[in-house]
């Protein structure tokens, strides 16, 4: 009995070691896995914090679990940038970007500290609550990236009221021009409407601007003006007869009615006249001669009444013959020979006298006539004067017809007696 019992304690024995063996090779076995898969399954990243950098090895994919496991916290405004881990071997990049405060003013006093990393100044004011306006100045300009050391200032604008069309627009304003500030209102303007101050002007402070509607409207009315007949003497025709010397034309005008209203209120009418077509009085010449005379010169100083000189200096009365001469002749005074023209005896009527002769009976009348020219017959007093019907090849006739006439010489004007050269 005793030798079994001490048979099956030793068999016992034996089999608590056998187990005792193999937990101790699962273990070992287990071990050298683990150890083998840490080796074979880490990643190596860099982090970057600041002017740090240090490689790490993980078996984490999430970054701020790797920043837990290194030891480095995280503020809260702070942040990371991390692309992931690539093919195996590559060292991923894991950057830390620390946050930096930023003060912010408004119109010179502190509003509050704000904190970024790569904000542009609109996202952090928004991000952080901070108010501003649309049209407020802001500096760094909105759409600029936040540097550290930046200051943020708000220059908060005012209003502008803006008066048109029967209504009040306030807008926001810093430093803008009147222009700018009508375009921020939705105000246009045409032509002819007026603004209360100028469009460039750079507006400083809280305001008023007017601005006024101004319409013109004009109206066009079209009228003829007649002629008028206008009558006139000529010693160049006998009496009775007559010519027109200005033909009539009927005179077109535009009459241009402008009015002016501002704000539909009227203010202003003025009325412009525009010549269409002007106006041209009928002349027509009436003749004063007792009869045609020979001479067609009209000279409208001399008047005549009943055939006769009104005013003159005195008459010479006698005798008038009459020649004639070749193209281009000259008389005694060097002026040139030509119908109108006549022949006197200087010492009595002298040369440049302004004559008008008219036959004694009121039978002939030559008209018009300038002293110019001399012969025997007038020196010697024959005859007072010998009157030029022109040159010879075509007034031949007209002197031979004249023959001697008793006439009235009308000195109307005294000449000098100078040479006419």
């Known amino acids: 009995m005793i030798t079994r019992i001490k048979k099956s304690k030793l068999t016992i024995m034996a089999t608590k070691n056998t187990l005792l ?173 007026m603004v209360s101050e100028e469009l460039d002007k750079v507006v400083t402070e809280s305001c008023d601007i007017k601005v006024s509607r101004v319409e013109i409207v004009e109206e066009n009315e079209e009228q003829t003006i007649p002629y008028e007949t206008v009558k006139v003497p000529s010693i160049a025709m006998a009496i009775g007869d007559s010519e027109i010397r200005t033909k009539g034309v009927t005179g077109r005008i535009r009459i241009v009615t402008t009015t002016t209203y501002i704000d539909g209120i009227k203010v202003d009418v003025s009325k412009n006249t525009v010549v269409l077509q002007k106006k041209v009085d009928e002349v027509i010449a009436e003749g004063t001669s007792v009869v045609e005379p020979y001479c067609k010169i009209d000279d409208p100083s001399i008047v005549l009444e009943n055939g006769r000189p009104v005013n003159y200096e005195y008459i010479v009365s006698g005798k008038a013959t009459a020649y004639t001469a070749p193209k281009g002749a000259y008389t005694a005074s060097g002026r040139l020979a030509e119908i109108g023209t006549c022949a006197v005896n200087p010492n009595v009527i002298p040369y440049g006298s302004k004559l008008y002769i008219v036959g004694q009976n009121d039978n002939v009348c030559y008209g018009y006539a300038i002293a110019a020219d001399t012969g025997d017959g007038m020196m010697d007093g024959s005859i007072p004067v010998d009157l030029y019907m022109g040159n010879c090849e075509d007034h031949f006739i007209d002197s031979c017809e004249w023959g001697l006439q008793y006439v009235d010489i009308y000195v109307i004007e005294v000449g000098d007696n100078e040479y006419l050269w």
């Open 21 to 193: 063996r193999l937990a101790l090779i699962c273990a070992s076995v287990f071990a050298v896995f683990t150890m083998t898969g840490l080796l074979y399954f880490r990643n190596d990243v860099r982090i970057t914090d600041g002017d740090t950098q240090r490689i790490v090895y993980t078996v984490s994919e999430d970054p701020r679990a790797i920043l837990r496991e290194n030891h480095i916290s995280l503020g809260a405004y702070d942040k990371i940038e991390f692309g992931g881990f690539g093919e195996r071997g590559e060292t991923a990049e894991l950057i830390v970007k620390r946050a930096f405060a930023v003060e912010v003013y408004a119109d010179g006093e502190k509003l509050a500290d704000v904190y970024t990393v790569d904000s542009n100044v609109e996202t952090l004011l928004k991000d952080f609550g901070v108010e501003f306006g649309q049209y407020d100045l802001v500096k760094p300009a909105r759409n600029e990236t936040v540097k550290q050391g930046d200051k943020i200032e708000i220059t908060r604008a005012y209003d502008v009221n803006i008066k048109a069309d029967g209504k009040v627009t306030t807008v926001g304003c810093y430093n803008n021009t009147v222009a700018e500030l009508l375009e921020r209102a939705g105000v246009t303007l045409d032509k002819d409407d």
